[in-house]
C-alpha cells in the first residue's frame, strides 16, 4: 500500500483527480487531460511552423515504433542527445503530444529525440517492454553512427516506468553505452504495479494482459538490479508533482530510496505546484522551472 488512508485505489491511479486546476469546470479531470492534449499538440506544431526547428522522421521497428528528432540550424554534429518517452498509461497519446520539451532543449544546443510505440491493447505491456528494451539499442546504435557523446532519457508516468528497464541487466547496457548516459529523468512514474492492474479504470478488460504471476516482472520496484557499477556515471532523477496522488508520490520516493540504496546515484525530488500534466506542458516555455530544473542537470 503506497497510501494506507486512501479508501478508493481507482482514484489514487487516476493523476487527472488530483489537480488543482480547472476546478470552475464542471469536471475538472476531463478539462485537465483535453487541456494537456489540446496544448501539447499545439507544441508539436510550433516547433517546425514559428520556431525554425527542423525534424527527421525514423524508424526503429514494425507499426506504431517511430522516432522523430529535432534540431535547427546551430545544432552541431557533436550536439549531446535528449530522448522523451511519452506516457498514458501504455495505451494512449503519441509523439504529437510528446514535443512540448523539444523547443528550450533545441534551443540550448541539444538534438531531442521523441518516440512512438506500440501501445495496449495491440501488445500486452510485456511485449511492450520487450520493444521498449529494443528501443533503447536502437538510441545506442544511432548514437554510435552519428558520434553522439552524451545522451540524457527522459520519461513522463508511463513512460518513466519504461525508461527504468534501461538499469535492468536484461536490456544488455554494456559500460561504453552507459558512461554516455549524463542523466535518467524519471517524471512521475508508477515503478509497482501490483495494485493498479486489478483496477478497471486503468487496466480495462485487463488491456495490458497482467496477472498475479507477470507482474512482478513488470514491475520496476521488484527488480534485482545487478549492474550497478556500470551506471556510477549517471545521475538518476525520480521526479513526482505536489498534485500527484499520495501513491504516486510514495513510488516515486521509494523507488529513489531502493535505487540508492542499490548503489545508483539516484535522488528523489518533488516539485512544488505542479500537478501530472503541467509539469510536461511547462517544458516548453524556456524560463519555467521544470524547464531550468532540466538544462541545469547538465551542469550540476
Ligand atoms: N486516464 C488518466 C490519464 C493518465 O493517466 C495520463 C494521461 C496523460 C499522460 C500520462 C498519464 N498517466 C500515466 O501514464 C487520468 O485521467 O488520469
Avoid at 517511430?66 to 511519452?86: C, G, I, K, R
Avoid at 512514474?189 to 483496477?199: C, H
Wanted: net charge negative.
Amino acid at each position: 500500500m503506497y497510501n494506507p488512508k486512501s479508501k478508493d485505489l481507482d482514484r489514487e491511479y487516476f493523476p487527472s483527480y488530483h489537480t488543482t486546476r480547472f476546478q470552475d469546470q464542471p469536471e475538472p479531470n476531463m478539462a485537465v487531460q483535453e487541456h494537456f492534449i489540446g496544448l501539447t499538440k499545439q507544441h508539436e506544431r510550433d516547433l517546425t511552423e514559428k520556431q525554425g526547428i527542423s525534424v527527421d522522421h525514423l524508424r526503429y521497428g514494425g507499426g506504431r515504433r517511430l522516432v522523430d528528432v529535432f534540431y535547427n540550424e546551430s545544432t552541431t554534429n557533436q550536439a549531446p542527445l535528449f530522448v522523451f518517452v511519452h506516457g498514458g498509461y501504455w495505451q494512449m497519446l503519441d509523439k504529437s503530444t510528446s514535443c512540448s520539451i523539444v523547443g528550450p532543449l533545441v534551443r540550448r544546443g541539444y538534438r531531442v529525440a521523441v518516440m512512438d510505440y506500440n501501445l495496449c491493447p495491440d501488445v500486452t505491456l510485456e511485449t511492450l517492454m520487450k520493444e521498449f528494451a529494443g528501443f533503447i539499442n536502437w538510441i545506442f546504435d544511432y548514437a554510435e553512427l552519428t558520434n553522439v557523446l552524451e545522451i540524457t532519457f527522459a520519461g513522463h508516468s508511463a513512460g518513466a516506468h519504461l525508461l527504468a528497464q534501461i538499469l535492468q541487466s536484461q536490456v544488455g547496457i554494456n559500460p561504453q553505452r552507459s558512461k554516455k548516459v549524463w542523466a535518467l529523468v524519471l517524471l512521475c512514474g508508477v515503478y509497482d504495479l501490483r495494485e493498479l492492474y486489478n483496477l478497471e479504470s486503468v487496466n480495462p478488460k485487463n488491456i495490458l494482459g497482467l496477472t498475479e504471476r507477470n507482474v512482478q516482472a513488470v514491475s520496476p520496484m521488484l527488480w534485482e538490479y545487478t549492474d550497478v557499477v556500470i551506471w556510477n556515471s549517471t545521475k538518476i532523477y525520480v521526479v513526482a508533482a505536489e498534485h500527484d496522488s499520495t501513491t504516486f508520490i510514495e513510488q516515486s520516493r521509494r523507488f529513489a530510496e531502493l535505487l540508492k540504496k542499490t548503489g545508483f546515484r539516484a535522488s528523489f525530488k518533488l516539485f512544488p505546484k505542479y500537478d501530472h500534466f503541467d509539469i510536461i506542458e511547462e517544458t516548453a516555455i524556456d524560463e519555467s522551472e521544470v524547464s531550468r530544473f532540466l538544462r541545469n542537470i547538465r551542469i550540476e
